[in-house]
Each structure stands twice: as C-alpha cells, then as structure tokens.
C-alpha cells in the first residue's frame, strides 16, 4: 500500500513536470489525423467519435480510439487500464506507448473522470493540439469544451463551431 501511494506521488510529479513543460504552437495547420482518449467507465461507445471525425473530415485511417478503464478484466486491444501504467508514467504496453508517440494533428481527450492515468494519456500524447471537457487543468488542453459527458452531441457541434472558427478544418 505504501508503495502505491509513492508510486502515484512520483506519476503525479511527473505530470507536473509534462504540464509546467508545454507550449501552445499557434498555427493555422488542418486536422488531418485524430486521436480519442475515452474512459469507458463513464460512456460505452466508440462509433460516435467515428461519426465524429467524419463530420471533421478526418479519414477512417488517421482516427484512432483507445478507451481507459479502471476494471481490469478488458479483452479488447484498444482499452487499457491501471496495470499498463509504471513508476514515473512509464508505459508498459508497447500500442499504448506507440499511440502516445503518434504525432497526431488533435486529440480529444473524453472524459470527466479526474483520474492521474487519464490526464498522464493526455499530458503525454504528442499530439499538436488538445481539446478536452476535463475543466480541473487548463494546461491539459488547449481548447476546453464544458459539457457533461452524456452530452457528446452539443460536445459534437461545439467541437465543430470551434474548429471551424479556428480555421482547422478541411475543405474538401
């Protein structure tokens, strides 16, 4: 027990140091490839970001979902869960750590939850721009969406509106 607790203080430093570490990159880049950090304890379905990144015009190869779950009896390649993450944020699962070392163009983080393993997901990624509905931490995301987490179609329109204002979105 003890060590669980030293090895939660050393992930939460080490998150701090990921987040004091950040810079916002302004530019008027498109998206082209999405990343989606879920927590699937709180929602169950992955199709409604695939309709999500249709409606940004993002091609069904460059969309990649992975769920978290704190349960640890998941059987699908794309969830992860407690057991995956190490001492100092290390990951031990190899599509984990290829998914965070992905340079994707966004990424959504959704989820409401307050959890070190879902924050470290999204401080990690090296994705060039972040949008999240977690308000806790602003240097998580660049751009915070508050809406609750079963309201994924105003999350939808908002994400549209914002990305659209910011010029991010294909024309095609």
Same mark, same amino acid.
């Given at each position: 027990?003890?060590?669980?607790?030293?090895?939660?203080?050393?992930?939460?430093?080490?998150?701090?140091?990921?987040?004091?570490?950040?810079?916002?990159?302004?530019?008027?880049?498109?998206?082209?490839?999405?990343?989606?950090?879920?927590?699937?304890?709180?929602?169950?379905?992955?199709?409604?970001?695939?309709?999500?990144?249709?409606?940004?015009?993002?091609?069904? *190869?460059? &969309?990649?979902?992975?769920?978290?779950? $704190? !349960?640890? =009896?998941?059987? %699908?390649?794309?969830?992860?869960?407690?057991?995956?993450?190490?001492?100092?944020?290390?990951?031990?699962?190899?599509?984990?750590?290829?998914?965070?070392?992905?340079?994707?163009?966004?990424?959504?983080?959704?989820?409401?939850?307050?959890?070190?393993?879902?924050?470290?997901?999204?401080?990690?990624?090296?994705?060039?721009?972040?949008?999240?509905?977690?308000?806790?931490? *602003?240097? &998580?995301?660049?751009?915070?969406?508050? $809406? !609750?987490? =079963?309201?994924? %179609?105003?999350?939808?329109?908002?994400?549209?509106?914002?990305?659209?204002?910011?010029?991010?979105?294909?024309?095609?």
């Amino acid at each position: 027990m003890i060590l669980k607790s030293f090895k939660v203080k050393s992930n939460k430093k080490y998150l701090n140091k990921l987040l004091s570490k950040r810079q916002l990159l302004a530019n008027n880049n498109k998206i082209e490839s999405l990343a989606v950090v879920v927590n699937l304890d709180e929602i169950e379905k992955f199709d409604v970001f695939y309709d999500l990144g249709n409606l940004l015009k993002i091609q069904p *190869n460059k &969309l990649k979902v992975i769920g978290f779950s $704190t !349960k640890k =009896n998941q059987t %699908n390649s794309n969830v992860f869960n407690l057991k995956d993450f190490g001492w100092k944020a290390t990951i031990k699962n190899i599509e984990l750590h290829t998914f965070l070392e992905t340079d994707f163009d966004a990424l959504i983080s959704y989820y409401s939850s307050n959890l070190l393993e879902l924050k470290l997901l999204t401080a990690k990624s090296k994705a060039k721009f972040k949008i999240g509905i977690l308000p806790d931490d *602003n240097r &998580l995301n660049d751009l915070i969406i508050k $809406t !609750k987490i =079963n309201e994924f %179609n105003v999350f939808k329109d908002e994400v549209f509106k914002y990305l659209t204002i910011l010029n991010k979105i294909k024309n095609e």
